[in-house]
């Protein structure tokens, strides 16, 4: 049987309607420069598998001399996960990392007991006209890995697994599926994946995982004969054969999911947590601002600012169903 069974004539497609869980419609922030789309955590939904944060960024055009300025700024409790379809973003963190970043690579920075980083565009890029579009999220991290310690890791993409069968692409970036597996570190049964499919090609979910979800980047969709155009995050019923089919221009989509972990997750700003007690403490380490010998330290080469503690947002607690 090919990896992908929607080629084989035996294959059961089972998907209805009733098999989408949720469906999400992202919020759109202004950053200033540029838009973002953040899909999660959302009111009906706050994670999908450990996935707990979800931003499209852009697409958009700058022109020269602008660019993106993320000052550092620290997290607790989860990884981050950037992967980019255009442009490139300069990555620098507290434990020293400096890595550039293009289309098809990935950078997992495990935040653990506490990171902070910034992610700017280089000097280089800033010189002429530049695009940037890509999927920022974050993996919240499970009760035995939240003190863990910090660390990163880039991988290019040459390194991710890779599959294609009659006019759809994949190149998983983080966990298993269909048969393989990232070489990025993970702490829960995971999977998430960038998907690229002709028109009409159609692609089934795996289903071997509890929590599945899709986002459309690109394009559009059909489930179950219904549409489903970009910007649009599905959320399915667990246990249920799902099958994508490919809209009449094709389609760009980021699969994720994984398993549950074993309770909800707070968060406040940067941080995430299963408890207030560890976000409280947190914050009033990032206030103190011992740099040089408290939990968080600056990125080297680039600790000539930060963003300080926000005092008026409130603490996102779980919905209790």
């Known amino acids: 049987m090919s990896w992908n069974p929607t080629l084989e004539p035996q294959c059961p497609n089972a998907t209805t309607l009733e098999s989408i869980e949720t469906l999400i419609i992202p919020r759109a922030r202004d950053l200033g420069l540029f838009e973002v789309r953040r899909a999660l955590p959302a009111p009906k939904r706050q994670l999908v598998g450990p996935f707990i944060f979800f931003d499209q960024m852009g697409p958009v055009e700058f022109i020269a001399g602008q660019?993106?300025?993320v000052r550092p700024h620290p997290h607790i409790g989860l990884g981050t996960v950037t992967y980019l379809?255009?442009?490139e973003f300069w990555h620098r963190d507290s434990l020293g990392s400096?890595?550039?970043i293009y289309p098809g690579e990935v950078n997992w920075m495990i935040a653990g007991h506490g990171i902070s980083h910034s992610e700017r565009?280089?000097?280089n890029t800033r010189e002429n006209r530049h695009s940037l579009f890509g999927i920022q999220t974050w993996v919240a991290l499970p009760d035995t890995a939240e003190d863990t310690n910090p660390s990163f890791e880039h991988h290019a993409k040459e390194d991710l697994p890779q599959l294609e069968s009659e006019g759809v692409h994949v190149r998983l970036i983080l966990g298993s599926a269909y048969g393989k597996t990232a070489p990025v570190r993970t702490f829960t049964?995971?999977?998430y994946a960038d998907i690229i499919m002709h028109p009409g090609t159609m692609f089934p979910l795996p289903d071997n995982h509890e929590d599945r979800g899709l986002y459309v980047s690109i394009?559009?969709?059909e489930v179950a004969g219904q549409a489903f155009e970009s910007?649009?995050?599905?959320?399915?019923r667990p246990g249920d054969h799902i099958t994508i089919k490919a809209g009449p221009t094709g389609t760009r989509l980021m699969i994720l999911g994984g398993a549950s972990l074993s309770g909800p997750r707070y968060i406040w700003w940067n941080f995430v947590a299963s408890s207030v007690e560890r976000i409280e403490q947190a914050k009033m380490d990032w206030r103190a601002g011992r740099w040089l010998d408290g939990r968080f330290a600056l990125?080297?080469?680039d600790s000539g600012e930060f963003i300080p503690l926000p005092e008026d947002i409130p603490i996102a607690r779980p919905r209790m169903l």
């Open 219 to 221: 394009g559009s969709i």
């Open 85 to 87: 379809y255009r442009g």
């Open 121 to 123: 565009t280089s000097p």
């Open 189 to 191: 049964e995971t999977f």
């Open 98 to 100: 400096n890595q550039l």
């Open 299 to 301: 990125p080297p080469g």
């Open 231 to 236: 910007g649009r995050m599905l959320v399915f």
């Open 67 to 69: 660019g993106v300025d």
